[in-house]
């Protein structure tokens, strides 16, 4: 089988290559440890409204997924004939010449082991190279790397290849990412919430109340972007937690960069919606809602959401549930990650639901830490959370649900949601090949 993948990387690569240097689009390169698909998403939303864009199709962003976003296809999995019809649309592209091929790539570019980022930018080398977070991720993604100055290595090689005519997007308040300028041949903007940031957030308000109108929550973030001695306001509809603001400000800087001003990237940025799975707001049954944060999970991604949850003021006697499962590729930091999040959950809400054998140590880390263990329940698999869920929760309520793709927390947002019809537009991971897993 990995001989087989081989031969099909190889034969993308070239493809792809072929490509890009007949067409020459901008390539915006996009990494970090956390914030890399929001990240895409935004900067893709202010530059759609005067460029032709192409973001990666899917959650396509590995040596496989980017050639596949630079044809302009789908995976054909396991089917030979659709491979065909890939080559074939790829051999069209170089042969012919397509007037409507995309002006810029926004591409995320992830990482599972050392030398996938050196991979990928020498297939697609970047005009502009982005990195979300690092060390203000956690210890995230150490299975392959060992410890996160390996990481830190793997995803400065996003901006190392850049040429001086280039630019390098780093993010300010990561304490492995802003030094990572000294790096870099290419000119560097920094985005942050510090004022030494070249384009910086302030007056940072996160939605403190649910509200429901017609069935539809009220809610988003709201914070003004500075740059150059101006300041204007930004409105994220619909969008929880103060990280989704470092997706805006990253955009802000790729727009900076393409002689966008201020005003026209907060008329842009109006659109953005936040990818599934990640802190989306759904109207759950029995008149409840779901934070539905279940695309993956990490100790500092955790903390983040459930610091959401516990900003937000619900009416009456209704009942906060932190629903969170296995976080997976922590290596040594397994246990003490775990019991970080589950030390902080009686803060956050009132009940807490764990699902996977990691969970348990959510679980007993809830309990040593004040949580009443008749709030406390854990569940082996998503499907036995789900089932409990439903017949629990009450009218009012709110559930938070993340965790790692590993134990699939979007099942049990599936289970819980007003509109299960909506799933495969709202919910991660519900594409075939997903759903026969």
Same mark, same amino acid.
């Not at 792809?16 to 990494?31: E, F, M, N, Q, W």
């Given at each position: 089988?990995?001989?087989?993948?081989?031969?099909?990387?190889?034969?993308?690569?070239?493809?792809?290559?072929?490509?890009?240097?007949?067409?020459?689009?901008?390539?915006?390169?996009?990494?970090?440890?956390?914030? $890399?698909?929001?990240?895409?998403?935004?900067?893709?939303?202010?530059?759609?409204?005067?460029?032709?864009?192409?973001?990666?199709?899917?959650?396509?962003?590995?040596?496989?997924? %980017?050639?596949?976003?630079?044809?302009?296809?789908?995976?054909?999995? $396991? /089917?030979?004939?659709?491979?065909?019809?890939?080559?074939?649309?790829? =051999?069209?592209?170089?042969?012919?010449?397509?007037?409507?091929?995309?002006?810029?790539?926004?591409?995320?570019?992830?990482?599972?082991?050392?030398?996938?980022?050196?991979?990928?930018?020498?297939?697609?080398?970047?005009?502009?190279?982005?990195?979300?977070?690092?060390?203000?991720?956690?210890? %995230?993604?150490?299975?392959?790397?060992?410890?996160?100055?390996?990481?830190?290595? *793997?995803?400065?090689?996003?901006?190392?290849? #850049?040429?001086?005519?280039?630019?390098?997007?780093?993010?300010?308040?990561?304490?492995?990412?802003?030094?990572?300028?000294?790096?870099?041949?290419?000119?560097?903007?920094?985005?942050?919430? /510090?004022?030494?940031?070249?384009?910086?957030?302030?007056?940072?308000?996160?939605?403190?109340?649910? $509200?429901?109108?017609?069935?539809?929550?009220? /809610?988003?973030?709201?914070?003004?972007?500075?740059?150059?001695?101006?300041?204007?306001?930004?409105?994220?509809?619909?969008?929880?937690?103060?990280?989704?603001?470092? =997706?805006?400000?990253?955009?802000?800087?790729?727009?900076?960069?393409?002689?966008?001003?201020?005003?026209? %990237?907060?008329?842009?940025?109006?659109?953005?919606?936040?990818?599934?799975?990640?802190?989306?707001?759904?109207?759950?049954?029995?008149?409840?809602?779901?934070?539905?944060?279940?695309?993956?999970?990490?100790?500092?991604?955790?903390?983040?959401?459930?610091?959401?949850? =516990?900003?937000?003021?619900?009416?009456?006697?209704?009942?906060?549930?932190?629903?969170?499962?296995?976080?997976?590729?922590?290596?040594?930091?397994?246990?003490?990650?775990?019991?970080?999040?589950?030390?902080? %959950?009686?803060?956050? =809400?009132?009940? #807490?639901?764990?699902?996977?054998?990691?969970?348990?140590?959510?679980?007993?880390?809830?309990?040593?830490?004040?949580?009443?263990?008749?709030?406390?329940?854990?569940?082996?698999?998503?499907?036995?959370?789900?089932?409990?869920?439903?017949?629990?929760?009450? *009218?009012?309520?709110?559930?938070?649900?993340?965790?790692?793709?590993?134990?699939?927390?979007?099942?049990?947002?599936?289970?819980?949601?007003?509109?299960?019809? $909506?799933?495969?537009?709202?919910?991660?991971?519900?594409?075939?090949?997903?759903?026969?897993?």
């Amino acid at each position: 089988m990995n001989f087989f993948r081989k031969i099909l990387e190889k034969k993308l690569r070239i493809l792809a290559r072929a490509i890009l240097k007949k067409y020459h689009p901008d390539i915006i390169g996009i990494t970090g440890s956390v914030g $890399k698909t929001s990240t895409k998403e935004a900067i893709y939303t202010v530059l759609k409204s005067k460029f032709t864009v192409r973001k990666n199709i899917k959650n396509y962003n590995n040596e496989i997924g %980017v050639p596949l976003t630079i044809i302009g296809s789908e995976s054909g999995n $396991k /089917s030979i004939f659709s491979w065909m019809l890939i080559f074939l649309k790829a =051999a069209g592209l170089i042969l012919f010449k397509d007037g409507r091929y995309p002006k810029i790539l926004v591409i995320e570019m992830g990482a599972d082991r050392p030398g996938d980022i050196a991979y990928l930018v020498k297939m697609a080398p970047c005009k502009i190279g982005v990195i979300t977070a690092i060390g203000s991720a956690g210890p %995230v993604h150490l299975e392959f790397f060992g410890k996160v100055e390996n990481v830190v290595k *793997e995803k400065s090689e996003i901006i190392r290849h #850049l040429a001086p005519e280039g630019f390098a997007l780093l993010n300010h308040d990561d304490q492995y990412v802003h030094p990572l300028k000294e790096k870099t041949k290419a000119k560097v903007i920094s985005f942050g919430f /510090s004022k030494e940031a070249d384009i910086w957030a302030s007056e940072l308000v996160v939605s403190e109340r649910l $509200k429901m109108e017609n069935s539809q929550p009220i /809610s988003g973030i709201s914070f003004k972007i500075n740059y150059g001695g101006n300041m204007v306001p930004i409105f994220l509809p619909g969008v929880l937690g103060r990280h989704q603001a470092y =997706a805006a400000l990253a955009a802000a800087a790729v727009g900076v960069i393409y002689n966008f001003n201020l005003v026209e %990237v907060a008329e842009s940025l109006k659109e953005f919606k936040s990818p599934p799975g990640r802190m989306n707001l759904i109207p759950g049954i029995k008149n409840t809602m779901i934070i539905d944060d279940s695309y993956n999970s990490s100790p500092v991604a955790a903390l983040a959401a459930l610091q959401v949850l =516990a900003s937000i003021n619900l009416a009456g006697a209704h009942n906060k549930y932190a629903v969170l499962g296995d976080m997976s590729e922590l290596g040594s930091y397994t246990e003490k990650g775990h019991a970080e999040v589950g030390q902080y %959950v009686a803060r956050a =809400a009132d009940v #807490l639901i764990t699902v996977g054998e990691k969970g348990k140590m959510i679980a007993e880390a809830a309990r040593q830490h004040s949580m009443l263990s008749d709030r406390v329940f854990e569940f082996a698999d998503s499907q036995e959370a789900g089932l409990f869920l439903q017949e629990r929760i009450e *009218e009012g309520d709110l559930i938070l649900v993340k965790g790692s793709q590993s134990v699939r927390m979007e099942k049990i947002v599936k289970e819980l949601m007003a509109e299960p019809l $909506k799933a495969k537009q709202l919910l991660v991971r519900q594409d075939e090949a997903w759903q026969n897993k």
